[in-house]
């Protein structure tokens, strides 16, 4: 997945451009919402449905740089 690229429009006549970096699977993790447990890790499924979303199945933290492009700036 290292060096993926896409883009996409940020508005007003913006351009967006997302590479993603690395891919490091998550083997366990622990934490609270509101003083519950959030429970246990799983499969992202269904894919999430919104922006550039394309996730892993497994748990997994990418790092993403971002770039925008804005005409004038």
């Given at each position: 997945?290292?060096?993926?690229?896409?883009?996409?429009?940020?508005?007003?006549?913006?351009?967006?451009?997302?590479?993603?970096?690395?891919?490091?699977?998550?083997?366990?993790?622990?934490?609270?919402?509101?003083g519950?447990?959030?429970?246990?890790?799983?499969?992202?499924?269904?894919?999430p449905?919104?922006?550039?979303?394309?996730?892993?199945?497994?748990?997994?933290?990418?790092?993403?740089?971002?770039f925008?492009?804005?005409?004038?700036?």
């Amino acid at each position: 997945m290292e060096g993926v690229q896409t883009h996409g429009s940020a508005g007003h006549g913006a351009h967006e451009y997302y590479v993603a970096q690395d891919l490091r699977r998550v083997a366990t993790l622990s934490g609270s919402w509101e003083g519950e447990p959030i429970g246990v890790l799983a499969p992202v499924t269904p894919a999430p449905q919104f922006g550039f979303s394309s996730t892993p199945q497994i748990p997994s933290l990418t790092r993403v740089t971002t770039f925008i492009d804005r005409p004038g700036a």
